[in-house]
């Protein structure tokens, strides 16, 4: 039998800790867990703490040595570096070390391409590949920066190196002009959801949380869900019933993570302001993650730079039966394990809970005449009680501010 199987790469992972470093060995955890996502084998990992990086090289020549010694002696296919590599240090690595050497920015971008689904993801997926790339094109070997060949290129010409960077800026500009179609459209449909009388859940969170999972156990669909950092990247909206007929739309989006490469932040701006005019955020935390606090500030320093701080935020505690010694720091917040029985019931009942403090309590009475107006007013109101009095109905809930309006109908 033939064995078809495409061979794993094998990686050495590169990081230097700077003195003012944060959370450096999460990093490098997520490191590792963002190259086995991207089907990587990881054999071993190199740490130097240095004063800065070197310019040259990123890392000291006495380590860069060992690093060679260990390319050698366990025949690595790719060096992966925690950090964004300047154009001369990816070149003199791949140069000294005689193997392919990506950076974090390069890994992560790697991973978005494996996981874009939708035309408007893969579009910026690859603008964001092709910024990246625009600036490192000149490291890229001397054939780049020889004149092209042949008939119709003698003269002073221009370079390959040159040619090719025009290519590159037209791919660019092609790109955005689509994307400006796409975001048009997207932002028609946003539009229409934020006048609508429907209330918006956003689920936020660290990538690999678990809110495809959640998704999927509100709303009785399925979208893709899995083990690995970043398995869902384009947006996706749902529509579900709470209680009753109350309506409200739940968006998933991309999870976060720390040192998020600019370009990408850039190009999923679009994706991310799916939760932006929400009236509730689900902020989903992995609880047997060791380093969730870290995790949930990062959340919070994203949720703050795209000033989405002030939305009503109700933090869900994820994988609790995998969890030792939590430390919640988010109020208020719900401990489940998303895939037990029960998770989904309790889940909804905190949702409504919260939606009861975010909406205006009211009463009203409504005469028998007006019965059937109730069927809307379900819709957009958690309706609670209700009490018949001869010819009318007295009924108790609670509303939105905006849709308060809606009540007025039903006074003589």
Same mark, same amino acid.
């Given at each position: 039998m033939i064995e078809t199987q495409e061979k794993q790469e094998r990686v050495l992972l590169i990081g230097v800790e700077l003195q003012e470093s944060k959370n450096f060995d999460m990093s490098m955890e997520e490191l590792a867990n963002l190259a086995k996502t991207a089907g990587a084998e990881v054999v071993d990992r190199v740490v130097q703490k240095r004063e800065r990086y070197d310019s040259k090289s990123f890392i000291g020549s006495g380590k860069?040595?060992?690093?060679?010694?260990?390319?050698?002696?366990?025949?690595?296919?790719?060096?992966?570096?925690?950090?964004? *590599?300047?154009?001369?240090?990816?070149?003199?690595?791949?140069?000294? *070390?005689?193997?392919?050497? !990506?950076?974090r920015m390069q890994?992560?971008?790697? !991973?978005?391409?494996?996981?874009? #689904?939708?035309?408007?993801?893969? *579009?910026?997926?690859?603008?964001?590949?092709?910024?990246?790339?625009?600036?490192?094109?000149?490291?890229?070997?001397?054939?780049?920066?020889?004149?092209?060949?042949?008939?119709?290129?003698?003269?002073?010409?221009?370079?390959?190196?040159?040619?090719?960077? /025009?290519?590159?800026?037209?791919?660019?500009?092609?790109?955005? #002009?689509?994307?400006? !179609?796409?975001?048009?459209? /997207?932002?028609?449909?946003?539009?229409? #959801?934020i006048d609508s009388d429907t209330f918006k859940i956003g689920l936020i969170g660290y990538t690999n949380a678990g809110k495809s999972t959640i998704m999927n156990i509100l709303t009785d669909n399925k979208q893709y869900e899995a083990n690995e950092l970043f398995a869902t990247l384009d947006a996706t909206t749902k529509q579900i019933y709470l209680q009753n007929q109350f309506q409200v739309t739940l968006t998933d989006t991309v999870g976060f993570i720390q040192d998020l490469p600019t370009e990408l932040v850039a190009a999923f701006k679009s994706t991310l302001e799916e939760s932006k005019n929400v009236d509730l955020l689900l902020h989903v935390i992995d609880a047997s993650d060791p380093n969730h606090t870290e995790h949930e500030k990062v959340v919070l320093d994203i949720l703050t730079d795209l000033g989405m701080q002030d939305i009503p935020r109700l933090a869900v505690y994820n994988k609790m039966d995998k969890a030792d010694n939590l430390t919640a720091t988010a109020f208020p917040n719900v401990r489940i394990s998303a895939k037990e029985k029960g998770s989904r019931d309790l889940l909804r009942c905190l949702i409504i809970d919260e939606i009861r403090h975010i909406f205006d309590e009211f009463s009203i009475k409504v005469h028998q005449n007006q019965a059937y107006k109730l069927y809307d007013l379900n819709k957009i109101a958690l309706l609670d009680s209700y009490s018949f009095e001869e010819e009318y109905e007295e009924i108790s809930g609670y509303i939105a501010h905006k849709n308060k309006w809606r009540l007025e109908e039903f006074y003589d």
């Open positions: 860069l040595a060992d690093i060679k010694d260990l390319v050698d002696a366990f025949e690595i296919d790719t060096v992966i570096v925690n950090n964004r *590599l300047t154009p001369r240090q990816n070149t003199n690595l791949e140069a000294e *070390l005689g193997v392919k050497v !990506i950076d890994l992560i971008l790697d !991973i978005f391409a494996m996981r874009a #689904r939708s035309h408007e993801g893969k *579009l910026q997926v690859h603008l964001a590949q092709l910024k990246y790339m625009l600036p490192r094109l000149a490291g890229q070997g001397i054939m780049l920066s020889r004149q092209a060949g042949g008939i119709g290129s003698r003269g002073p010409g221009e370079s390959q190196l040159e040619l090719n960077r /025009r290519a590159v800026r037209n791919q660019i500009t092609d790109i955005e #002009r689509q994307l400006k !179609i796409v975001e048009k459209n /997207r932002e028609t449909i946003r539009e229409r #959801r």
